[in-house]
């Protein structure tokens, strides 16, 4: 659930990188990821329910049916989708979203396959282990766990998984083929991905609407602009040289918002009635609650809610997407794979 | 001069391509690639000549420095960039454009290729030309002129050129690569690089300021907002579904129009001060013009020019620099080969 930058795979490390991916944030994810996540929000919420986007509900669906699609494909192919997971080191987060991606898996019929490395092993050990993955029939999706040691070139070994098995859609080629019109990615990125597709559950229109995207990191903002427009919307891109970013997001009919700073768009960067969609996950201090922190979006959801027609809660919103999608894009693979 | 949009290798038909490369245009096009231009926009134009951006001085002074590059190669490595142009059929348009491309290239001094194939040529024996090509190191940069034959897949041809080779830019994980942040693409497409070019010669500022790109082409709208994004520029992109264009345009500090329709950035779409690039080359009849005819931009000159700081005039403007463009990727990709 409290994925939503700590993707599976975690991401290049680029300067852009969210705020929240940062160390207290990642100490804080991993306990959420074994411990009940806290309900959505404080419970003193004045955001009314009908208002709240419930991507936990929503991804609990998709992944009954993700099951009931596997058990098809177990029946009239013979097939199992499978998802390997490469692991350098010991890092704890790391552990933590490995487990959770495997359990995940395990919850829909997936085989998991996984390779752990020590943190000491060398590029080109590593390049075998995934050569290995690329050329195994059983395997539709590569993850191999971010960050790696510094030995190892991130670059490389992510080029070198199979564009067929890049279940998460960050391979330039599938980037390019995202931002081409008459082309169409194998895999769309798992985070905006979800956010689209909470859009589109929720029937609320895209095309001939402007959409403000808050955030330009190569895992979230980019692809999500680029789906965005891919679907006839007006987007403008915010990011931290925006010199008025209140205003452009002040006029957007879909914000989604993934610049990794607590709280950052206010209530009043929200035209009454927009669609809200708040990517972010970032521990704020809270001498009320029993950790001493507890868990917000880069939105001020209290504000932004009593001017937004839908917004996403944080848990429990962008975040049980994420793997959902993960879990689609391996389904996906699977799927071509048994048509060839 | 006239190529803006009748870029070298003309791109893959799609639905949003530019109307000024329908039948129409690409008539004049041709006769204006062959005839002497016509002085920048009408004689009795308002536009001060201190807000007009010099194309065509700039394209000069850039080949110029090609030139002396060349010769420096020439010189030191013994290497002359080479330019492959392969043209099937015998379509009158195409036969323009090829000449042209080889003119510029004796001009500053590179080698050119090229491979004339009959309208009926399988696509097999055009696969093998452009392997050909690949494999040939005097050979740096490989265009296939379009459009092709119906009979032969434009996406499967233009794949099959060599990443390395590709100076169009217009290759998928190109385009990838331009998309993401901590990437460079091997070529950036000629004419929005054009644009790029010509704002960063006139010390044009991007970083920071608001842009607004008409049209979202593979050739020119989308790559021009991701070379924009790439500067820190805050970038909308306006398409035909877009509810209110004026008023996006209208607050734009930098604006590239490329719609591919005749006028139809108005003056008031502009807002004073801005820079304003027009990529557009459409005719428009004008019973006092000796051929019937005159070349206008997508945005109306004189009424913009009234309220840009700076404007490009048509022609003269942007089309000068896409020849250019191509003649510095090459340059480029002579350079790589000279390294290795």
């Known amino acids: 659930m409290a994925l939503a930058f700590q993707r599976p795979v975690g991401r290049p490390a680029t300067a852009s990188r969210p705020a929240s991916r940062r160390a207290p944030a990642l100490r804080i994810v991993s306990a959420a990821a074994t411990a009940p996540a806290p309900s959505p929000s404080s419970s003193a919420s004045s955001v009314p329910a009908s208002k709240l986007i419930d991507g936990k509900g929503i991804a609990d669906t998709i992944r009954s049916e993700i099951a009931a699609e596997v058990a098809q494909l177990k029946a009239k192919h013979n097939l199992t989708p499978g998802l390997a997971v490469v692991l350098v080191g010991a890092r704890k987060d790391s552990e933590t979203y490995v487990r959770s991606k495997k359990k995940a898996c395990a919850e829909v019929g997936f085989d998991s396959y996984g390779t752990d490395l020590p943190a000491d092993v060398s ?7 995934v050569a290995a993955y690329n050329a195994d029939p059983r395997v539709h999706g590569i993850l191999v766990q971010l960050p790696l040691p510094k030995h190892i070139s991130e670059k490389r070994i992510l080029d070198a998984i199979s564009i067929e098995k890049d279940v998460d859609g960050f391979h330039p080629l599938n980037i390019g083929a995202l931002a081409m019109r008459g082309r169409d990615p194998l895999f769309v990125p798992c985070t905006p991905k979800g956010c689209i597709e909470l859009l589109e559950r929720l029937k609320v229109p895209i095309s001939g609407r402007t959409a403000c995207v808050i955030g330009r990191s ?27 970013a209140a205003k452009i997001c002040g006029e957007a009919d ?5 610049c990794g700073v607590a709280e950052m768009v206010k209530g009043d960067w929200i035209k009454p009635g927009a669609v809200v969609i ?3 996950i970032n521990a704020k201090d809270d001498p009320t609650a029993k950790k001493g922190y507890r868990l917000v979006g880069d939105v001020d959801f209290e504000a932004a809610g009593a001017r937004a027609s839908l917004i996403t809660p944080v ?11 993960l879990l689609q894009n391996t389904l996906e693979s699977a799927r071509r794979a048994a048509k060839h």
């Open 278 to 280: 708040d990517v972010g």
């Open 315 to 325: 848990p429990g919103g962008v975040g049980p997407m994420t793997i959902a999608m």
């Open 218 to 244: 190569n895992i979230v903002g980019m692809p999500a602009a680029l789906l965005l427009q891919r679907r006839d919307a007006t987007v403008t891109m915010v990011h931290s040289k925006t010199p008025d």
């Open 254 to 258: 879909i914000v989604i918002a993934a």
């Open 123 to 129: 590029e080109e050990e590593l390049l075998k282990v």
